[in-house]
Structures are given as C-alpha cells and as structure tokens.
Nanobody, 123 residues
C-alpha cells in the first residue's frame, strides 16, 4: 500500500517535500515515480528513481527544481520541490514499477498507485 503525504498550500517560489511510504512489498524491488494531475488535464510524469536510488529521471518541466530520493530502509521515496510555480498546482501521485528507469515516464508501466496528495501554489 502506497501512502503519499506532504502536500499543501505554498506561495510561488516556495518549497514542499512530498513523501511516499510503502508497505506490504519489498520496496527495493521497484522503481518509484511521481506523477501529477492538474484540474482538467491528463496525469503527467514528474520524476522517478531507480530501485537502488542511483539513477533519477525528471520531466523537463521540473528539472532543476525538483529532486527525488529514496530511503529503502524506511520504504519511502521523497520529492523535494523547490522554486514552485502556479503551474505546479496538481494532485501528486506516487506509484511503483518493475520497469527500467528509461521507461519510468510511461504511466502504463506502473502497477500500484498511491491515493494522491494535493499541492496548491498561489501566485
């Protein structure tokens, strides 16, 4: 079971850290991704991290502002979001996949999804 948390309301330029905690599986067997869905839009890829945590993959829209990292001992992945913009407003979902890091931007590669946490960036 995946539990996403850490969302909230923040001003433009602010920061938030999202967490995705897993239970019930061997966490280190999976790559983990973050996707986001803004109102009226398709769910889109934001960031992903490999099983070991040594390789990350970012969407161009968040590159340089977001960082993803994981703690396999705690079965948790984090998404550090800095320099937030109003266009980052969305519900953020974490998900796990057996896919290689090169395929982690593909939504259909993911097997299990968390419930989402809402991020609102005010202008």
């Amino acid at each position: 079971q995946l539990q996403a948390s850490g969302g909230g309301l923040v001003q433009t330029g602010g920061s938030l850290r999202l967490s995705c905690a897993d239970s019930g599986r061997t966490f280190s067997d999976y790559a983990v991704g973050w996707f986001r869905q803004a109102p009226g839009k398709e769910r889109e890829f934001a960031a992903a991290i490999s099983r070991s945590g040594d390789t990350m993959h970012y969407a161009d829209s968040v590159k340089g502002r977001f960082s993803i990292f994981r703690d396999n001992q705690k079965s948790t992945v984090y998404l550090q979001m800095n320099s937030l913009k109003p266009e980052d407003t969305a519900v953020y979902y974490c998900a796990v996949t057996y896919a290689s890091i090169l395929r982690t931007n593909v939504r259909s590669e993911y097997s299990y999804w968390g419930q989402g946490t809402k991020v609102t960036v005010s202008s």
